[in-house]
């Protein structure tokens, strides 16, 4: 396969799975802060780059200059066995200096050339600006609905924050969730993209619930309960997750699908600058199934 494409008299190397290379790895982290203001050190200097994520560059010099990363994802539908694997595109980005030159469509062709026909979809995320882009590769924009609640809790918090301050840290909750099981309808397998929010936005956001034996990733805020995830040994019910943040909860928002959903208001998700693209016969029924990709699982 080519690795290397000349574009206004200029050469580009398109180069993948480079993590091992100190230059151009430093170079795509200050594309991504710069671009995101996404720091990916935490998450690399603490070993959860895995061969889950691979990012797909154009360099020119030594420089990453454009970029679109392909993220392995497997899904756990409900209680059952049935795990779905699919493609999310993430970190899609350009310096500014080398816009408009064609530069992602030439990742995105190489990337369906290589993955399409080895999974069930391939999706993504797209700000505004780009809703006549992606259609042009066969994406079409796709409904997401979120689950919410209102509630009356009467006793005390019983959820205790456990710290996310380091490596051991980040590994000892690692090797306790291996033997856990994330609850609901439609749950990430990926223990690399996980942690990659619990080392920067969510670092502050785990709590044990002792008397149910069950970890918890939340926000909480005015009153209203953000539940990220829940992840429990022999399975829990959502209530008693609810019931231990205490009485200053009143809303609950879930940023993943039930499997359970008597109670609960559905709506259609909507977030400020990003639409949910998706292509490929597994993401066909999508937005019918009334589901949403966790909020966790986002890359």
């Not at 720091?39 to 994520?53: I, L, M, T, V």
Request: with cysteine; proline share 2%; glycine share 8%.
């Amino acid at each position: 396969m080519q690795n290397y494409i000349r574009i206004e008299n200029n050469e580009y190397e398109i180069v993948s799975d480079y993590k091992g290379r100190e230059e151009l790895r430093k170079s795509f982290f200050e594309l991504a802060k710069k671009t995101f203001g996404i720091d990916f050190e935490p998450w690399y200097r603490n070993g959860f780059w895995s061969e889950k994520y691979i990012p797909y560059s154009i360099v020119h010099g030594d420089k990453v200059v454009a970029n679109v990363s392909v993220n392995h994802m497997y899904f756990q539908e409900g209680s059952g066995s049935v795990k779905r694997y699919l493609i999310q595109l993430g970190t899609i980005m350009t310096e500014e200096a080398y816009r408009n030159k064609g530069l992602i469509r030439e990742l995105l062709e190489r990337i369906f050339e290589e993955y399409e026909t080895r999974t069930e979809g391939i999706y993504l995320f797209g700000n505004d600006s780009v809703l006549n882009f992606y259609p042009m590769f066969g994406f079409e924009a796709a409904l997401e609905y979120q689950y919410t609640k209102k509630v009356s809790i009467t006793g005390n918090q019983t959820a205790c924050k456990i710290p996310m301050d380091s490596t051991e840290d980040y590994n000892n909750f690692l090797e306790r969730l291996r033997t856990y099981k994330a609850v609901g309808a439609f749950c990430m397998d990926n223990d690399n993209l996980l942690m990659f929010y619990l080392t920067s936005f969510l670092k502050d956001c785990v709590y044990y619930i002792e008397e149910i034996d069950t970890y918890v990733v939340a926000e909480s805020e005015g009153g209203t309960l953000l539940l990220h995830g829940i992840f429990s040994a022999a399975g829990v019910e959502m209530e008693k997750v609810i019931q231990s943040f205490g009485e200053k909860i009143s809303r609950v928002v879930l940023g993943f699908t039930p499997e359970y959903t008597d109670g609960f208001e559905v709506s259609v998700l909507k977030e400020e600058d990003s639409t949910l693209f998706v292509k490929g016969k597994g993401l066909r029924r999508f937005s019918e199934e009334k589901k949403m990709f966790p909020l966790i699982s986002h890359a």
